[in-house]
């Protein structure tokens, strides 16, 4: 049905940057709201960023100023800026979207199966 893949984690140092991406694919879909989540070892996993189809944003206040959500319709992609990272950053980030599948009657959530963000000296 619809698949969703990120790519850009890895190991960074503390105040670098990172961008991560993630991309929808599949057939019979449109995507309605996006966003980023993250969940570290031991914890529940928290909303980092979300963005409608209008490109309106919010975010959590932990990552406000740092961190910048995007999207691209046309490709069907969202992207997360990191910048000033810090230690407690470091999280598997997952993306998700609301997706409307054809021939399905209502608005369905998916998952992306994470990647791994580091951020340690």
């Known amino acids: 049905q619809v698949q969703l893949v990120e790519s850009g984690g890895g190991l960074v140092q503390p105040g670098g940057s990172l961008r991560l991406s993630c991309a929808a694919s599949g057939n019979g879909f449109s995507i309605n709201g996006m966003g980023w989540y993250r969940q570290a070892p031991g914890k529940q996993r928290e909303l980092v960023a979300t963005?409608?189809?209008?490109?309106?944003?919010n975010y959590a206040d932990s990552v406000k100023g740092r961190f910048t959500i995007s999207r691209d319709n046309a490709k069907n992609t969202v992207s997360l800026q990191m910048n000033s990272l810090k230690s407690e950053d470091t999280a598997v980030y997952y993306c998700?979207?609301?997706?409307?599948?054809?021939?399905?009657?209502?608005?369905?959530?998916?998952w992306g199966q994470g990647t791994q963000v580091t951020v340690s000296s």
């Open positions: 998700h979207a609301d997706v409307y599948v054809r021939g399905l009657p209502d608005l369905h959530g998916y």
């Open positions: 963005i409608t189809g209008g490109r309106s944003t």
